[in-house]
């Protein structure tokens, strides 16, 4: 997936799919997701899985829960400290 | 609810390069203007996360050497000019009597100004090859976006596909990253590159830096002795299964097939402009053979056929931040011209030297678009190919129906539900009609495009009923 390119930048710590994950300060729940190991976070409408894709807003490939509110795209969102992310049960599903 | 505080001279669409400048130059004469941007933070692709960057990893900096500095003095003079920019915003609907629906961070809002100016950007163009919904598929752009924002570098291999600067230029930022970058497979050729040669001159005095910046980038990619194959063709995903992530990409070139184990591919095809929200509010558009891309039909201002409506920076045609920040400014200063603020030979000396800059841009983007033409190696995937990521269509579909004398891109859309999924759209629309155009030889111009129709943005019917009036 995705690592830090340094260890020293400052990070938040997301909960993604009840798992903390350490991320840079300033990164969106999209960049979060692929430095936590997913490159998988959610399925469309054939149900097939599919993951962040343009982290631009335009593909909707990284639609997931975030503190409880479902759908909401994750590169557009940045990530706060204790925020909560989660995929949908039907993508999980999915998960290989 | 509209009130005087909804009230401006002008609502710019897009927190990019245009739009930024023509909030910096509006300021000046006193416009008073407002930003929407959809993203948390402004800046546009290019120069979004830079302050964050600066602040965070300053050593990150040097990658993105090119343009930095330019984003961030932009961003501080926004902020000096005390715009407001309403962040975080996502516009749905947009009429031709200047009213802007919004749905922004403090609830839905409806907005209202004599002149609207469209900085919309411009987005990846679709690449449909097969296995490309595959996870472990992603844009060029989208990688370049990771490191920009978070420091993020891949972890695994990683090959690059497609063709254009940005391909070559994130390939060489992802070395420079520490990534393992394997290949770069492009799909442009020794021809194409011979082909651009009768315009080098106007890109040699049209972006002297920018040029030598990307030849420094091959250099890089040289010495890394990472592998660049020209003129590849026929690209395909393989991964685990049916739809697991993706493993191995193949290819046929000049010298036969080839593959190579990718962990992360890494698609880009150049980028198209936004043209949703002009073609929402019904501005004529034109269809440019040399970007392969529709763009609003536009003055030398920016101004479309439509009386309130402008339109600023790369949703009007591919020509970089330098050009959008030129032409961003050139609307504005129009908009300050028409509003009685300054005088046609203010306007006139004012945009000089930024009809200069456009024009130097342009010379080097002439030139890109010859060597890389936008979009070879993705026009006709073949049958299994999925087009609408969203729902799933494929190629062979829209082939099946097409040879049934289905008609076009909106029946097609109707029958089968490509571009009706969540993107709207954005990530089918251009390849549909490029297979239209393939298989029917008809041109692009009788193809058109699908229509858009509001609300440009999903939302919930929560907003929706309340910003019924």
Redesign the interface.
Known sequence: ??????ET??TVTVIINSRPVP??????AA?AL??GGS??SGS???D??????????????C?VTIDGES?RRA????VQDGMRIDFDTLARK?L? | MSGPSDSFDLIIIGGGPAGLAAAVESARHGVRSLILDNHPEPGGSVFRDLVAAARHRPGDLACFSAYAEAGLELLAAVKRAGTTILSGSSVWSVEPDGSVHASTPAGPRTMHASRLLIAAGAQERPCPIPGWTRPGVMTAGAAQLLMKQSGLVPTGRVVLAGSGPLLTMVAAQLAGFGADVAAVLDTSTIGDALAGLPRLPAAVSGGPDLLSYGLRLVHRLRRAHIPIHRGVKNLRILGKGDDGPAETIFWDGPGGRGSIAADLVLLHAGLIPDTRITRLLGCAQEWSAEQWSWRPRLDGWGNSSIETVAVAGDGTGIAGWRAAIAAGRMAALDTACRLHRLSVAERDRLARPLQRTRRRAMGLRRFLDRIAPPGAGFLAPPDETILCRCEGVTAGTVRNLLRDGCAGVNQIKAFTRCGMGSCQGRFCSASLANLVVAETGRTMEDVGEMTVRPPLEPMSLEVLANSEE
């Open positions: 997936m995705f690592r830090p390119r340094s930048v400052p991320v840079p300060l300033g990164s969106t960049a692929l430095a490159n998988v469309t409408g054939d097939r899985p599919r993951g962040p894709f343009c982290l631009m807003g335009a593909c909707f490939g639609r759908g590169c557009m969102t940045s999915d290989p």
